[in-house]
C-alpha cells in the first residue's frame, strides 16, 4: 500500500514562506493539490517521476516551487509571497504513469496539511 506523509504545513503572515513536504513509500510522479471548504480540489504543482519535468497552476506560478529527491522519496513545495488566498488544507498526490492536473487523475492521495496565511 502506497503511503504519503505530509508534514510543514502551519500559520504565516502574507508574504512570508513555508515549505511543504511529502515523504512517499516509493517512487512516483508527485505533485500538490489544494482545497478549501465548499470548493473542488485544485490543482498546485506536479513533478514528474524523474524530476526533470514540473508544472504549475496559474495562481502559483512565480511564487512556488515544487522539487523532489529521489533517494528520499520526497517531494517538496516551497511556498514564497504567499497570499491569504492560499489558505487551504495541502494535500499530495502520486501518480503511477502519467502527471495530469485534475485531482480524478491522481492514484494516491496524502492525508493533507493545513496553511494558513494570515493578512
Known amino acids: 500500500q502506497v503511503q504519503l506523509v505530509e508534514s510543514g504545513g502551519g500559520l504565516v503572515q502574507a508574504g512570508g514562506s513555508l515549505r511543504l513536504s511529502c515523504a512517499a513509500s516509493g517512487r512516483y510522479a508527485m505533485g500538490w493539490f489544494r482545497q478549501t471548504p465548499g470548493k473542488e480540489r485544485e490543482f498546485v504543482a506536479a513533478i514528474t517521476w524523474s524530476g526533470d519535468v514540473t508544472y504549475y497552476g496559474d495562481s502559483v506560478k512565480g511564487r512556488f516551487t515544487i522539487s523532489k529527491d529521489n533517494a528520499k522519496n520526497t517531494v517538496y513545495l516551497q511556498m514564497n509571497s504567499l497570499k491569504p488566498e492560499d489558505t487551504a488544507v495541502y494535500y499530495c498526490?502520486?501518480?503511477?504513469?502519467?502527471?495530469?492536473?485534475?485531482?480524478?487523475?491522481?492514484?494516491?492521495w496524502g492525508q493533507g496539511t493545513q496553511v494558513t496565511v494570515s493578512s
Open positions: 498526490a502520486a501518480y503511477r504513469i502519467v502527471v495530469r492536473t485534475t485531482s480524478t487523475s491522481v492514484d494516491y
